[in-house]
């Protein structure tokens, strides 16, 4: 899960329009119930606050996951 403030790079139609690059880094500060992502954008050094809409923007955390040992599961009752 990512947790609020934590850092990220985002995947967005609108940045690659409006910036032309189709990944940005950045740092989420939370999620609108109104279907947004607040975010602080980093774009050449400066961190700018923006809105992106969840339908077509994709978040990824920064750092990946730690790897967890799959727990085998009997399925044949």
Do not use: C
């Not at 995947?11 to 329009?17: F, H, P, R, T």
């Not at 279907?35 to 992106?52: A, I, K």
């Not at 750092?63 to 967890?68: R, S, T, V, Y």
């Amino acid at each position: 899960m990512i947790e609020r403030e934590a850092q990220i790079r985002i995947y967005s139609e609108i940045l690659a329009n409006q910036l032309g690059a189709k990944m940005a880094r950045g740092r989420l500060v939370r999620v609108w119930p109104e279907g947004f992502y607040e975010v602080q954008l980093d774009s050449q050094g400066r961190l700018f606050t923006t809105l992106l809409p969840v339908a077509s923007t994709v978040i990824l955390s920064e750092k990946p996951e730690d790897i967890l040992e799959s727990i085998e599961i009997d399925r044949h009752r």
